[in-house]
């Protein structure tokens, strides 16, 4: 599983700097993150559909681009473990983060909102907790990521039902800038 | 029991209001106008006749007199402009609890200053009234008020309490729930409560991105006032015992944790030095020890700390989340929550964290115990589907709802330990209002604020 994720992740890899070189302008040199054996120099291609958007390799925007929403994982009701889908998403996390070691993330908690105040920043800081010891358990130090738990008070879909409840149970990864 | 209070106590509370310095620091000029302050009538009212006897007793409270209408520097106006005030205040006091049927200035005739402490009992009694109370606004020389207060039993031609308070002008609010919490317990044999503060959450802004800010105001809504300005969002707050200082959650630099915000300087400090989030913050009934949670490796135990600040002590040790946490009003025992048996239940412990055990034991989830001031009664959070407001014994036994709604939650005691506050959200929209329920459950109502708010948390009586 784990071997099949990486390929996948760089296939995203590859797409994001694909799409990141079809800028008007040629893309600057940029100088290589420490760990990074990628080259800037990718040819343009498929300049009809390719936003006009510039990611620096190893900023927290290609982070995100290359997660491609795997940057949060979910969790069921009351529950803090890593499930396969959200263990999968945490080791593309880990292999960005190993590849750009300088790199530190935040690792943000949340809860839905049918439970009390108190208890679900307490639920979400668990829940980053967990996150946060998936990624050290694949090699990432664990003084690179910082967890903070916003309970229920940031729900990311914002309708009452079960269906926002579930996508609002999260923990997403954000590269600090 | 029931007799008019001792007039020795009375002068001792003059001699407090009389010195109101330390209270206007606590409740500066109000930032919302008089005229957009909401009045607590707006609120809604379900009230009960069939409750007892007393429930439908007709207190008539017309216009306090003055002997002279001169302008004062309350925000009220004139001294005969304030005498309708305060009548307004105590009439929307003793309406507001649901236990009495008042009938304000608005709809009774004036009455001249020397009728203040004679009533006409005959005209009263012709108007229907059973209970009367009348006072007077008269100022002194050296700028502050005096306001009297006196409550009549017009059946028995009798007075039954009266008081009178030297008051600075913009204290003026205060003598009238004074005035309000004598008629309250002379009548119910209960504690009185008006004359208390609240603490709350004010909420504006989308649900995905609310600002949260602390705020406060008086009992009925009135003097209200932001302390945080939203940058960081804020929650939880609760007044110290003496309403000095006010303990919070806050998101300052990004990281939630617990300050002990001065009222009077307006400077914070945080309750620990630590790298973990801190939760939950609550006082000692003495205000000498602060409780708070605090997270370390995704597990959260409750600890205390000296209010003077200092090393904190762990109170609980287990594996999950311990959280909250209230003290018995003899502050030798403390009732917390936890998931230490696989879901949020209610524990009792001793105040030094000793013989820890399970009291909730009648299905679904219960949170957010709060121990009555009176001792007698938990309240809580009940999660079963809903969340619902409810109160149970100290053992855990005679579990009952007092609210029926799509969430309710944080239940705190009003001084007197007969009403209590909690925040109701609406489904979607997100929408948080403060409600106040008496112990029947039957008479609810909603505490007018200028914004959202959650999180309410009553203080003390003030002296």
Known sequence: ???????????????????????????????????????????????????????????????TAQMMGRDTIHFALDKYNIDPVAGSALQGQAAWLLKYPLRHATIE???????????????????????????????????????????????????????????NRRAVTVVVE | MMKPLAQCCLFALAVLLATPAAAQTIAPAPVVP?????????????????????ASLGVHIPAFATNQDV?????????????????????????????????????????GFAEV???????????????????????NGNGNLTITCALFDVSLQQKLVSASWDVAPAEWRRAAHKCADKVYARLSGESPFFDSRIAYIAETGPKNHRMKRLAIMDSDGAN?????????????????????????????????????????????????????????????????????????????????????????QQLTDTPGINIGGSYSPDGKKIVFESDRSGSQQVYVMNADGSDQHRISFFGGRAATPEWSPRGDLIAFTHIGGNLRVAVMGTDGSGMRYLTNSWQDEAPTWAPNGRIIQFFRTE?????????????TGRNERRLPTPVDGSDPAWGPVRD
């Open chain 2, 71 to 111: 302008p004062t520097s309350a925000t009220g106006g004139t001294t005969a402009r304030l005498g309708r005030g305060i009548a307004e205040v105590i009439t929307g006091d003793l309406k507001n609890n649901g236990l009495f049927k008042p009938v304000g200035p608005n709809a009774l005739p004036a009455i």
């Open chain 2, 117 to 139: 402490g004679a009533p006409k009992f005959a005209d009263w009694s012709a108007r229907g009234a059973e209970m009367l109370v009348q006072g007077g606004v008269a100022a």
């Open chain 2, 224 to 312: 209200h006032r932001f302390i945080t300005t939203g940058q960081a969002m804020a929650l939880t707050p609760r007044f110290s015992p003496d309403y000095k200082k006010i303990v919070y959650l806050s998101y300052l630099n990004g990281m939630p944790r617990i300050y002990v915000y001065d009222v009077d300087s307006a400077t914070q400090r945080l309750v620990a030095e630590t790298k973990s989030p801190t939760f939950a913050p609550r006082w000692s009934p003495d205000g000498k020890w602060i409780l708070y949670s605090m997270a370390q490796a995704g597990n959260t135990n409750i600890y205390r700390v000296s209010a003077a600040g200092g090393t904190s």
């Open chain 1, 1 to 63: 599983m784990a071997q099949s994720h990486v390929i996948r992740f760089g296939g995203a890899a590859m797409l994001a700097l694909a799409l990141s070189a079809c800028g008007a302008k040629p893309p600057k040199e940029l100088p290589p993150e420490p760990g990074s054996n990628v080259s800037t120099t990718v040819s343009t291609t498929d300049t009809q559909t390719a936003p006009v958007n510039q990611t620096v390799a190893g900023s927290p925007a290609d982070f």
């Open chain 2, 427 to 439: 489904a979607n929209s997100g929408k948080s209002t403060i409600w106040q329920v008496d112990l």
């Open chain 1, 109 to 167: 908690g949340h809860a839905d909102e049918r439970g009390t105040r108190d208890y679900n920043l307490a639920l979400g800081e668990r829940r980053a907790t967990a996150a946060k010891n998936f990624l050290v358990s694949l090699g990432v130090a664990a003084d690179r990521l910082t967890t903070v738990s916003y309970g229920k008070e940031r729900p990311v879909d914002t309708a009452s039902t079960e269906e926002a409840w579930a996508k």
């Open chain 2, 34 to 54: 008089p005229a957009a302050t909401p009045t607590p009538n707006e609120g809604l009212s379900v009230t009960v006749s069939d409750d007892s006897a007393w």
